[in-house]
């Protein structure tokens, strides 16, 4: 079935000047621009906005190693992270040659000129079905991705850099995202008012988690435990 | 001498019934004074009215000089009462029942050993310590009592304190009650049911039925001997009553009663009429001198027939 | 006025009665706090179910604060009967004991009699609140620790920041006792009425009971007289743990979602509780005592 696709994509993509080679050459850039960081700690700030969740905006530390270890922590708190999106990171997906990458034409992502290309898992039992990314060819930076996965819907990264450009890490990162809906029997919450409906419509389910990168400590080896 | 007490046509009515009606008297001050009536004939709710308990539909009652219902503190500061059954706080001592009144009763403040006294005075004071539930009547009686005294009151007023109480218990409240107005000039005002029991102490008394006033007078002049109903009973009533009909006593006979002739006379006639009778040849079952007073007593206790008793 | 309230206090601390709330309270308390240590994550899966379909959540969800709120969520509609034991009783048991009368001859006023007793009972209720603010918040703190507290909601989920939550409970419980005091003064004011404590403790029950059912009920005829049964207010406490958001939907530390309709149910039984004292102080200074 994918091949299917993959074969019908081809041929759109046919039209483009960018040709296959091009693209996997400009992945490697990016891809060894990312690889300068061996592991992080970043510390940040998080914003939840879901229909449904009230909460207040915290601050976070991100932790990361090669090649595939991510992980958000409230600093303190409970966190309330989506599935799988918060800890969908760029270096993981660009890790290993275990895609196919395809190109897909130019847009813009904030007034920057940018290259789409479509990653497509050679893996057939990846939870990844496809991921598209925006990258600025100039910067070699990963502007957006879209990536639709098999459990957990279609989600959206959206990235804007700063000081630590040079790294490929993002100062900002947001991510959009599908919620299911959320609903408790008032008679298990035990409420007894009946016009108390919050005021963000609960039919809007797309959520959004932002955060806001303050710092980064790059490169100073971090331990597997962060990761428990 | 300014009255203790000085009530004037007090009345209270409960919807349509009338408890109180009209009714004046006055208690002076060392009286042991004696509110006498059968169940239900308006002493309770005169007392009630006298310790505010009862508002009063009309009428004015004045204590110590002062109307009650402008000084009502400054008068129940001078008064101490038991009012029925002698009702305290069961699951307290006596000893923390007779500290908890002595503290709103407007007395001074009482060390423990005063408190302890005053029970002492009504023999309580081995069971100080005991809760109340563990008392026998005549204790909680005695306590009652104890409370009502706490704060040295002027006047006491007890209602029906010997209901419910044993011979001895009876006497024992009887000879508190003399003591405290003999020793200690206090003014008593004691309501009873019973004649019996107040005309040994009370030196003035005040009779009401129905909520009216029927007597109100010293003892003594109500116990007047002149007015002595003589009751006889012969093997032929009805035979009997005709011949003192035709005799000089004729003036004398009371309406005819079911199982007696009643005569009213002066006590120092009885001989004079006994011997009247044994010229006659009425064949004498009894003959039974009572006080007039008595007798309506025995009349309205027992509630057979009205009499008008009381024409002096 | 001030004699007065000690005596009543020590009644009401004399009567072995009084303590059965406590011990209630304790009882109830415990037991929630041991079934939440033992099965919680049971109970929180439950709840989060909805939520853990989108969402990872870590952290202590079941801590101290959220335990306190679901005691207090489970035992705020009982606690009613456990006051009415004792409010409901102050007039009519010395009626039926036969104190009343006594008491009312003595050179104090009725104003200040019932005044006492109504203060008494106030301060009552308020130590059996603050003895279950100690148990269900602080020792639920000690035993279950302290985190953020997820609220959640029928319609919605509050994330309260742990240093944003003690005051709240402040502010819950000072709300409780407004809500509890309501109780007492109709158990009170009923009181006046009998000469035995059976049949006002009855009767506030059974008010309590039909309004919080009515209050409950989510059907639309009972929906328009909600607003006038004071059950209906009495869990507007709930109210403080909602917060506003700002136009990013990010929660505003410190807020109160809707602290309008919050002091408007404070107001309703603060009116409610003035209305029955007023109402018990002007029947008592007119009453006949017959008993």
């Not at chain 2, 306590?143 to 009502?148: E, F, M, P, T, V």
């Not at chain 2, 011997?275 to 079952?285: D, E, F, R, Y």
């Not at chain 3, 240093?163 to 407004?178: E, G, K, M, P, T």
Request: glycine share 6%; net charge positive; proline share 3%.
């Amino acid at each position: 079935m994918k091949k299917i696709i993959f074969v019908f994509l081809s041929s759109l993509i046919c039209h483009f000047s960018t040709s296959a080679q091009d693209v996997n050459s400009l992945i490697k850039k990016v891809r060894s621009k990312l690889d300068k960081v061996n592991d992080y700690i970043a510390e940040g700030k998080m914003k939840t906005d879901v229909a449904f969740i009230k909460a207040p905006v915290g601050k976070v530390k991100v932790f990361y190693k090669r090649p595939d270890k991510f992980t958000v922590k409230r600093d303190k708190g409970i966190s309330i992270l989506p599935k799988s999106g918060v800890s969908f990171n760029m270096s993981s997906v660009l890790s290993g040659d275990n895609y196919t990458a395809i190109p897909s034409g130019e847009s813009t992502v904030g007034g920057d000129k940018v290259k789409l290309v479509k990653l497509l898992p050679n893996d057939d039992n990846s939870d990844v079905v496809l991921t598209t990314l925006y990258i600025d060819e100039a910067n070699l930076l990963i502007k957006k991705a879209n990536t639709t996965t098999r459990e957990n819907g279609t989600f959206e990264m959206e990235m804007s850099y700063g000081k630590y450009a040079s790294y490929g890490l993002p100062d900002r990162v947001i991510f959009a995202f599908n919620t299911k809906e959320y609903k408790l029997p008032k008679g298990v919450t035990l409420e007894f008012d009946t016009d108390d409906t919050p005021k963000h419509s609960v039919k809007n389910k797309k959520g959004r988690v932002e955060i806001i990168y303050s710092s980064y400590v790059i490169n100073k080896n971090i331990s597997d435990m962060e990761f428990k | 001498m300014q009255p203790v007490i000085k009530v004037s046509n007090l009345s209270k009515h409960f919807n349509e019934i009338v408890a109180v009606n009209n009714l004046s008297f006055t208690v002076n001050q060392g009286d042991i004074y004696g509110f006498l009536g059968q169940n239900g004939a308006g002493k309770s709710t005169t007392i009630r009215m006298l310790l505010t308990l009862i508002e009063p539909s009309h009428g004015e009652i004045e204590m110590f000089g002062m109307h009650l219902s402008t000084h009502r503190k400054e008068i129940l500061r001078q008064t101490g009462a038991v009012i029925e059954k002698p009702d305290v706080y069961k699951y307290l001592s006596a000893f923390e029942n007779v500290q908890l009144f002595s503290k709103i009763s407007g007395g001074p403040k009482l060390t423990r050993a005063q408190l302890l006294d005053q029970l002492a005075m009504v023999g309580l004071q081995e069971r100080a310590f005991s809760k109340v539930k563990t008392y026998s009547q005549g204790m909680k009686q005695r306590l009652g009592i104890a409370i009502a005294l706490v704060h040295n009151p002027q006047l006491i007023v007890l209602d029906e304190p010997t209901n419910g109480l044993d011979p001895q218990g009876i006497a024992d409240i009887r000879n508190l009650m003399l003591h405290l107005s003999k020793e200690r000039n206090k003014t008593i005002l004691v309501s009873s049911h019973l004649l019996s029991e107040i005309q040994l102490i009370a030196n003035r008394l005040l009779i009401i039925d129905k909520g009216k006033k029927m007597a109100e007078g010293d003892t003594l002049a109500l116990f007047d001997p002149s007015q002595t109903l003589v009751e006889l009973e012969t093997l032929d009533n009805k035979k009997a009553f005709y011949q003192l009909q035709q005799s000089r006593w004729s003036a004398k006979l009371q309406p005819a009663r079911e199982k007696t002739i009643v005569l009213k006379m002066d006590k120092n006639e009885i001989p004079a009429f006994h011997q009247s009778l044994a010229q006659m040849q009425i064949p004498i079952l009894s003959l039974q001198p009572r006080n007039s007073l008595e007798d309506y007593f025995l009349q309205v206790t027992t509630g057979n027939q009205h009499v008008e008793a009381f024409t002096n | 006025m001030w004699k007065l309230l000690q005596i009543e206090l020590f009644k009401i601390f004399k009567r072995p009665r009084t303590y059965i709330s406590f011990v209630a309270v304790a009882a109830l308390v415990s037991i929630i706090q041991f079934g939440l240590k033992v099965d919680g994550k049971m109970y929180v899966d439950f709840m989060l179910r909805d939520l853990s379909a989108s969402f990872n959540i870590e952290g202590n969800v079941l801590n101290g604060y959220l335990v306190c709120y679901i005691i207090l969520q489970l035992l705020l509609v009982h606690v009613p009967l456990l006051i009415t034991l004792i409010a409901a009783d102050l007039i009519s048991g010395e009626a039926n004991m036969g104190t009343l009368r006594l008491l009312l001859t003595k050179p104090v006023s009725r104003t200040e009699v019932i005044l006492a007793k109504f203060l008494a009972a106030a301060i009552y209720t308020f130590l059996l609140l603050i003895f279950m603010a100690i148990l269900a918040l602080f020792v639920s703190m000690a035993i279950f620790g302290t985190d953020d507290m997820l609220n959640l909601k029928s319609g919605y989920v509050v994330q309260l920041k742990s240093n944003d939550i003690f005051w709240r409970y402040i502010c819950a419980f000072c709300f409780a006792a407004l809500a509890m005091l309501t109780v007492a003064s109709l158990g009170f004011f009923l009181s006046l009425f009998a000469e035995n404590s059976i049949g006002p403790i009855v009767a506030t029950m059974s008010v309590i009971v039909v309004f919080t059912i009515l209050s409950t009920l989510d059907i639309p005829i009972f929906n328009a007289i909600k607003p006038y049964l004071f059950t209906t207010h009495m869990i507007g406490w709930k109210g403080f743990f909602d917060v506003k958001v700002n136009n990013d939907n990010e929660a505003i530390i410190g807020s109160v979602q809707n602290l309008d309709k919050v002091l408007q149910a404070a107001g309703i039984l603060a009116l409610h509780i003035f209305g029955l004292l007023l109402a018990s102080v002007l029947v008592f200074r007119k009453k006949d005592i017959l008993s």
